[in-house]
């Protein structure tokens, strides 16, 4: 069964560091890993989407890569601010094409 | 533009009630989800509908039915109410149809409920 794990499960930096974020699932046998992000109270937001074929993929300050082979992904964030404190989720798709969650780091930029 | 609106917000039901959320989404997706989370935990996986008029369980499908009443509307029902049913509930939309691995989920802000 795929096992989703995130570490640390919160994590409080002072601002303009820059942070990665870990993810590591249990079976390699994965279509695509997501990152999301959920702010207190509020649905979660969709930030990057690596297929199982691809190594890292960008948005703005936000770099995510996979190793599928050991079952990890990072989530970089550079130069980060405050508006970036918010739990960040990763999930994996599995063969059943539904996605299996992870519990999330509460990510806290301090100004 | 909406996206995916829930009701309601925030919910209290006593031990044996029953209740309906509410899910409806305007990007025109294909398939629905219904999710759970728990305290310390991943979401979990309730329901899913791939396309209009199908219906799947997910991992966590005891206690809940869901209607799929149109390509907008999905609806998940507590037809008795526990207090392990106490959780936030997210609905989610994709323009997926069923097997691809592509697209992501666009989620609602969430129900939270409390089961006494």
């Known amino acids: 069964k795929q096992e989703v794990t995130q570490i640390p499960a919160a994590l409080s930096v002072p601002e303009g560091e820059n942070l990665v974020l870990n993810c590591s699932f249990t079976?390699?046998?994965?279509?695509?890993l997501q990152w999301f992000r959920q702010d207190p109270g509020k649905g979660l937001t969709s930030l990057l989407l690596?297929?199982?074929s691809q190594r890292e993929q960008t948005s703005g300050r936000l770099n995510a890569s996979l190793d599928k082979s050991s079952g990890r992904s990072t989530l970089y964030i550079a130069a980060s601010q405050p508006g970036d404190s918010a739990t960040y989720l990763c999930?994996?798709?599995?063969?059943?094409?539904?996605?299996?969650w992870g519990a999330g780091t509460k990510l806290i930029i301090k100004p | 533009n909406a996206g995916v609106t829930q009701t309601p917000k925030f919910q209290v039901l006593k031990t044996g009630q029953s209740m309906t959320l509410q899910c409806a989404q305007d990007?025109?997706?294909?398939?629905m989800y219904w999710y759970r989370q728990d305290p310390g935990m991943g979401l979990r996986l309730i329901y899913y509908?791939?396309?209009?008029?199908?219906?799947d369980k997910g991992e966590v499908p005891n206690g809940y039915n869901v209607s799929r009443l149109n390509k907008r509307e999905f609806s998940l029902r507590l037809e008795s109410a526990a207090p392990s049913q106490t959780s936030v509930y997210f609905c989610?939309?994709?323009?997926?149809?069923?097997?691809?691995?592509?697209?992501?989920?666009?989620f609602g802000p969430g129900t939270r409920l409390t089961v006494l």
């Open positions: 989610a939309s994709s323009e997926a149809l069923a097997g691809r691995s592509t697209d992501t989920q666009y």
């Open positions: 990007m025109n997706h294909n398939s």
């Open positions: 509908s791939a396309s209009e008029g199908t219906t």
């Open positions: 079976d390699s046998a994965i279509y695509n």
């Open positions: 690596i297929q199982s």
């Open positions: 999930a994996v798709m599995d063969s059943n094409y539904q996605l299996i």
